[in-house]
């Protein structure tokens, strides 16, 4: 059943907060620091290990970098492409219209990701969950991440438009919870690296939907 962000209006902070405890073993701040902002590197396709979510090295790392005209390896082009294009003119996932989201149209560097989007679709092994969570670290005001339990809590689990549907509901919610989502912001307490609304989303998520203990 779909849920939306106001259903963690007592535990969404909460989340964060155990989240974000420096004592606390999960990957903020790691996978959230970008040292080389507007530039990609081979072993940033590594970092959705951090978020529990490993890419192959043998089915989808060695494709990416390999030296050949392969999909894998106009995939790793568009994802570059898309770090570079937001770094030069930077667009925000909460500017995105719904058209936008569902066809690749709005600011380039949305253009450029949704390009990747549909490279993605036709590398068998990699999913939007993978490429989200590369790209989420280097583009994170643009790029949501699409794990499975923020698709389970949108309702968004089944069919080939899920992820798009998953975005559709993020975007909606931004809207409908923007006070909410700016409060779990603060939560975090540092400026470097800042929680952006679409990682505290995402955190918040993950956490409540791997088990809520705060009634
Ligand atoms: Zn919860």
Redesign the pocket.
């Known amino acids: 059943m779909a849920s939306d962000l106001g259903t963690?209006q007592?535990?969404?902070a909460?989340?964060i907060a155990e989240y974000c405890d420096q004592s606390s073993s999960f990957a903020w701040p790691a996978y959230d620091i970008d040292l080389t902002p507007g530039r990609f590197a081979p072993v940033e396709l590594l970092a959705p290990a951090l978020l529990s979510y490993p890419l192959s090295g043998k089915k989808i790392v060695q494709p990416m970098l390999a030296d050949n005209d392969s999909d894998y390896r106009r995939l790793y082009r568009a994802i570059e492409s898309t770090v570079e294009t937001q770094f030069k003119q930077p667009a925000q996932f909460d500017e995105l219209s719904a058209t936008h989201i569902t066809e690749g149209t709005g600011p380039p560097p949305w253009q450029e990701f949704w390009k990747a989007w549909t490279l993605a679709d036709r590398c068998a092994h990699i999913t939007s969950v993978g490429l989200t969570k590369v790209l989420h670290r280097k583009a994170p005001d643009l790029v949501p991440i699409m794990d499975s339990r923020v698709r389970a809590f949108f309702g968004c689990e089944r069919g080939a438009r899920a992820s798009v549907d998953a975005m559709l509901a993020i975007r909606a919610n931004l809207d409908a919870h923007r006070d909410l989502v700016t409060s779990w912001c603060g939560v975090a307490k540092a400026d470097k690296p800042q929680l952006k609304p679409l990682r505290a989303i995402d955190i918040a998520v993950w956490?409540?939907m791997g088990g809520?203990e705060?009634p």
């Open positions: 963690l007592r535990c969404g909460q989340h956490m409540h809520c705060y």
